[in-house]
């Protein structure tokens, strides 16, 4: 258990299973104190280093419990499901927003009657994530393409452009994601427009 939660820092029942730890030695570790329940199926060790919002942490890898972060890291297993949106950008200290209810992409439909969590159908490129405490998190360039997709409040939008601005944003990356998405002159006058309300 110690070994599975020093590799995950958050793990699954799922993970634990493959280890060989059954769900009673789980619920048993609960009961004196060793793990605490994260989520249903998602525990930590108690004492363990924090991380930031384990029941984040929880709510991704439950997405596909039965893998190891380190089988979803590769680029050949990519399974495009992602943190994105507001939470991205709160994860990325761009912007006003929350970090919950937390946003997740995914590339088919996840239904969950969890309260604190938002999941959307939507294709993320490989390329455009990055790792940040244990779950991918969309770029600053993909995070402003989905804010403005799930349309946010324009004006929070804007205070996002206005931090991502000013920070190593590649804006050659967010014109081409702009142009996949709305065509190469409305996409770049879009990008225009944010730019211009984010220097207001």
């Known amino acids: 258990m110690r070994e599975l ?7 699954t029942a799922a993970q634990a299973h493959r280890r060989g730890i059954p769900r ?38 439950l997405t596909d419990s039965g893998k190891f972060s380190r089988e979803r890291t590769k680029p050949a297993e990519w ?31 996840i239904n969950s009657r969890k309260a604190d969590v938002r999941f959307g159908v939507r294709e993320i490129e490989r390329a455009d994530v990055r790792w940040r405490g244990g779950v991918p998190v969309t770029i600053p360039e993909r995070t402003l393409l989905d804010l403005v997709l799930d349309c946010e409040d324009p004006s929070l939008v804007s205070h996002y452009c206005r931090d991502a ?12 994601l702009f142009a996949r998405q709305f065509g190469e002159k409305r996409g770049a006058r879009m990008l225009e427009n944010l730019r211009n309300q984010a220097t207001i």
């Open 79 to 109: 399974d495009g499901v992602v943190v994105g949106g507001t939470t991205a950008a709160t994860l990325l200290g761009l912007g006003e927003f929350h970090l919950s209810p937390y946003r997740i992409y995914a590339p088919k439909r």
């Open 165 to 176: 601005f000013k920070h190593d944003f590649d804006e050659e990356r967010a014109k081409v």
């Open 24 to 61: 009673d030695a789980l619920s048993y570790a609960c009961k004196t104190g060793v793990l605490e329940r994260v989520s249903h199926g998602a525990y930590r060790l108690v004492g363990a280093p924090t991380t930031e919002a384990p029941d984040l942490i929880a709510l991704w890898k």
């Open 5 to 11: 939660s020093e590799e995950e820092g958050v793990f």
